[in-house]
């Protein structure tokens, strides 16, 4: 008996290289073109209450966000669906998830404007590089990322941690530190 074959959704999570002319790409372009009408309705509707905002946000992510959940739009993502949210998370306005490989912001999280968390990349190889492949991002409890920071793929940001205005994240940053730089880089213990 031949095991079951992967879905190009789990593949994609597991990391593995993704092809634009994989037969299953159209399944991640349907998404995307969700995406992409759902931003735009995000990003251009008149705000009355943050109700709406959660309305909205839950079906791009294809999930329910907590009550607590704040967000100031406009809001940026390729994908949405990939994308979890603990208890009290603020994201700031003009930030940036490309979820496809995971993104997952746990209680408390504070997201400063104009946050970049990118969990796609591109093989280096030439003969490759039109395809894909993803890393999930975790953002751990009460962490802060100051405005314009760019977390990488595969990156876990630890608890408590603050990552500077401007950083460019690339490994993995210990709880209770603060990082700063491109990259970033320790520059004090909390």
């Not at 990118?118 to 093989?123: A, C, F, K, L, W």
Request: aromatic letters at 6%; hydrophobic letters at 40%.
């Amino acid at each position: 008996m031949q095991a079951p074959t992967k879905t190009i959704f789990e593949r994609e999570l597991a990391g593995e290289n993704i092809s634009l002319d994989d037969p299953e790409y159209p399944q991640i372009y349907a998404i995307i073109r969700k995406a992409i009408r759902l931003t735009s309705e995000l990003n251009a509707m008149r705000v009355d209450d943050n109700a709406q905002v959660n309305q909205l946000f839950s079906e791009l992510i294809n999930k329910p966000v907590d009550d607590t959940f704040f967000l100031i739009p406009p809001f940026y993502t390729d994908f949405g669906h990939n994308i979890q949210l603990g208890r009290n998370v603020f994201v700031n306005h003009a930030c940036t998830f490309m979820d496809r490989g995971g993104i997952t912001l746990e209680d408390n999280a504070l997201i400063g404007p104009k946050v970049n968390l990118i969990t796609t990349n591109h093989p280096l190889d030439p003969a490759e590089r039109r395809s894909t492949y993803s890393r999930p991002i975790v953002i751990k409890r009460h962490a802060w990322l100051g405005a314009n920071a760019t977390v990488m793929p595969g990156v876990t940001i630890g608890e408590n941690a603050v990552v500077a205005a401007g950083a460019v994240v690339t490994k993995d940053v210990p709880d209770n530190c603060i990082v700063a730089g491109v990259p970033a880089r320790v520059v004090k213990k909390l």
